[in-house]
């Protein structure tokens, strides 16, 4: 053989090389063509908030974060993550939309003690926005801030979440205090897991009125809630994000690295070359998207939402005792007023005066209903665990297809 | 991720002022710095008074971040502006205010130390020198090692230009060594994690819009962008190829190893076998699914139930109880009684079925 002879060969595989590919990439493209129709039609997770009236007595109905705001919670989040990190945010409310500014984190209130005691950490920094020490370092930031002419008004915190479960007392209890020092307050939830897939997770919530006046009053008796028809949608209400950059920052943006530039480009030599100058990944729209591997969220999801239905057990067995304890009680007050009764009745025979037949009230003590706040809480997060359930299947669904497009023959 | 790089060597750096018994190292030194430190710096520049036309364009503040145990690799994690005025003939740095502030932003982030310290123009002047010398300085500064430099130029109408130094003492004499130094230059970078893309994404998504502002996307719509943007990926690839089969293009032989090479990643699977897989794995999503959105809906029936004024319950109270709050007290918990029968019939339905579903 020659080399002439061995020419046309090489030349013959470049060609069914090239056709291999060419006849490959469609297929792709097709496979992923036929996802992105799958998933245009309104998935469940699209539904738009429902801030009819829910929102209709807050002072603000959007919420426009500063990009440096995005970044800095980001930060904190993943940085402290597992552990829950919180912190207080600064803006302003104008013309319906609060803009927050600029944030800053809480002072951690573990140490090193931090890795063995993570539980406790977590706790402590959940319950951080609402120590007297916080309030305080709270204020000297703020009063510091202002002197760099940043918006020195405290319009709300910020908390880490893993997964959305964020619907618990802590959160109730933080919100309720910043509100009732000002009506215009937000609290920001960064879930720091949903956030590693590449989708920024920042939700912005704030406890409804109704809900406010029935926290101060303390009172979630059956019969209250009966008269306020408050339930568990009406606890908060969520208000849509927005992200705004400085016309500075527009241009620092510009700057680094996007899509590939849509000119012509310069062929490489060699595929050392490709080596070395890999082409950066663009932020946004972020490969990370395409990750197929979501499925361990949706397990964690399931696991979340199986222990909120434990403790929705928990709290009717709690309500069910409580129950069996009125019950016992009427049944003892009943006997007691019919003895009373019977009494009486002899008594009037006998011409004495009757003895006073409301006297059980003293002799016996109902026992306190349960509040139910628990239990509303909970139906809430199970909501908020399915509709997280919801976003992921339609996720998983919608990558699955494109799988099997891509793989399965025609 | 290093998204900028300065491309240049450097072989050492300058001594610092030599004390007794102490070593001043004169390794290289690299500077990283995160993306949260230049939008605090941009952000600060933008809020700079320009209301009084006597002060200065630019604004300075301090760096504060990790620096590696030997003292070669610095990390700025984040940054304060510092009040300050610049007249003439002086300069006047808020100290007491430097003070404060750092013992704040170290109470929240205790690893973290003051590293140096950034200014909104690329100018350096003997201001410059005098504010360096403090930030150095043993008793108020990073003594012993450098103060770090960062200048980043804010003007609208160029690109935007970070520079680090660290500084070497210089002076004719020792009266006038506080206010010069030599300044040499730095490597340094932008790093950004994994963690920050997706801030950094969603800050991005705002860049090539009018108004500066972008709407935070469900996953769902994101995944749709990405799709869409894979897919023009795609066709452009598609097309090149096209060309080199029309013989339009010209043939590349390494780009073609290197899609070769790509695309011979894609697994050989059995077709049947993807099939079984696929339909298997819909199924237990869509189950999942399903069974969550039915748990939403039994859960939203307890809690219905437990406030429902169920009327028999009423009457019945009523009948029973001579007085108006026993009956009451009767209807309430008769309505909550119904409540707990069903939310405990769906629980009892659901609880062996529920834990077996994500494990299939």
């Known amino acids: ?410 | 991720m290093a998204a900028v790089t300065e491309r240049f060597m450097h072989l050492s750096r300058p001594l610092g002022p030599q004390q007794a018994g102490l070593q001043s190292s004169i390794a290289p030194l690299g500077v990283s710095i995160q993306p949260q430190a230049i939008l605090s710096i941009l952000d600060h520049a933008t809020r700079r008074d320009v209301r009084d036309a006597s002060q200065p364009s630019r604004v300075i503040g301090a760096l504060v971040g990790t620096r590696s145990e030997d003292g070669t690799e610095v990390e700025v994690r984040s940054c304060f502006g510092i009040p300050h005025t610049e007249e003439e003939d002086q300069v006047e740095v808020d100290v007491e205010y430097q003070k404060n502030m750092l013992a704040l932003t170290l109470k929240a982030n205790p690893r973290e130390a003051l590293l140096g310290w950034y200014t909104t123009s690329l100018e350096l002047n003997s201001f410059s020198a005098l504010i360096q010398n403090f930030f150095g300085s043993p008793d108020t500064g990073t003594f012993p090692h450098p103060a770090i430099h960062l200048t980043v130029s804010t003007d609208p109408s160029t690109a935007i230009e970070t520079r680090c130094y660290i500084s070497a003492p210089v002076a004719v004499n020792s009266e006038r060594a506080a206010e010069s130094c030599l300044f040499m230059q730095v490597p340094h970078k932008m790093l950004y994690g994994d963690a920050e893309r997706s801030a950094l994404g969603a800050i991005s998504a705002a860049k090539d819009n009018e108004n500066r502002n972008a709407p935070l996307v469900s996953d769902i719509e994101a995944l749709g962008a990405s799709i869409e943007q894979t897919i023009g990926l795609l066709d452009r690839v598609s097309e090149w190829v096209n060309g080199v089969l029309d013989e339009d293009e010209e043939p590349n032989a390494a780009l073609a190893q290197f899609l070769m090479s790509t695309l011979s990643l894609a697994p050989k699977v059995d077709p049947e076998q993807i099939e079984h897989d696929f339909n298997n794995h819909i199924q237990d999503v869509l189950m999942v699914g399903y069974l969550a959105n039915t748990i939403r809906t039994q859960i939203d029936l307890a809690q219905r139930l437990a406030t429902a004024n169920i009327q028999i319950g009423e009457k019945e109270g009523d009948n029973k109880n001579e007085g108006d709050k026993d009956g009451q007290r009767g209807g309430g918990k008769r309505g909550g009684r119904g409540g707990r029968g069903g939310g405990r019939g769906g629980g009892q339905q659901r609880e062996p079925r529920e834990p077996r579903e994500p494990a299939e």
């Open chain 1, 1 to 410: 053989m020659t080399k002439v002879g061995q020419f046309p060969l090489r030349a013959a595989v470049k060609q069914l090389a090239v056709s291999r590919i060419s006849r490959r990439l469609p297929r792709t493209r097709a496979a992923l063509l036929t996802t992105l129709d799958r998933i245009s039609p309104k998935s469940p997770e699209l539904e738009i908030l429902n801030m009819t009236d829910a929102l209709k007595d807050a002072p603000f109905q959007a919420v426009q974060v500063d990009a440096l705001v995005a970044v800095k919670i980001n930060k904190h989040c993943s940085s402290a993550f597992p552990t829950t990190a919180t912190g207080a945010i600064v803006g302003m409310d104008q013309n319906g939309v609060l803009e927050i500014t600029n944030s800053f984190g809480f002072p951690s209130t573990d140490g090193a003690s931090s890795d063995s005691h993570q539980n406790d950490a977590s706790a402590a920094a959940a319950a951080a926005p609402r120590q007297k020490s916080n309030q305080t370092y709270q204020n000297e930031m703020i009063r510091h801030l202002k002197e760099v002419n940043v918006d020195a008004n405290n319009v709300g915190w910020y908390t880490s979440v893993t997964l959305g479960n964020f619907v618990n007392m802590n959160f109730i209890e933080n919100q309720v205090h910043y509100q009732t020092a000002n009506n215009a307050t937000v609290a920001l939830v960064y879930d720091a897991s949903k956030s590693s897939q590449g989708n920024l997770a920042l939700r912005a919530f704030r406890l409804t009125t109704s809900f406010m006046t029935a926290f101060k009053e303390g009172k979630f008796t059956t019969d209250i809630l009966q008269k306020s028809k408050l339930s568990y949608k009406d606890i908060f209400a969520e208000l849509p994000v927005t992200i705004h950059n400085s016309h500075l920052l527009t241009s620092f943006l510009h700057q680094i690295p996007g899509l590939p530039s849509e000119e012509d480009i310069e062929p490489p030599v060699s595929s050392a070359d490709l080596e070395r100058d890999q082409v950066q990944a663009p932020l946004h729209p972020s490969i990370d998207m395409l990750d197929l591997a979501i499925d361990p969220f949706l397990e964690k999801t399931c696991d979340l939402l199986i222990e909120s239905i434990e403790s929705h057990y928990t709290d009717l067995n709690n309500f069910q005792f409580y129950q069996r304890q009125l019950g016992r009680e009427q049944t003892k007050i009943s006997q007691w007023q019919a003895k009373r009764k019977a009494e009486n009745a002899q008594r009037a025979v006998a011409k004495q005066a009757p003895l006073p037949e409301d006297e059980w009230q003293r002799l016996f003590k109902l026992p306190q209903e349960p509040s139910r706040l628990e239990g509303m809480l909970n139906a809430k997060q199970v909501e908020q665990y399915s509709k997280q359930v919801d976003g992921f299947t339609a996720g998983i669904s919608a990558r699955m297809f494109a799988v099997r497009e891509n793989l399965a023959p025609q």
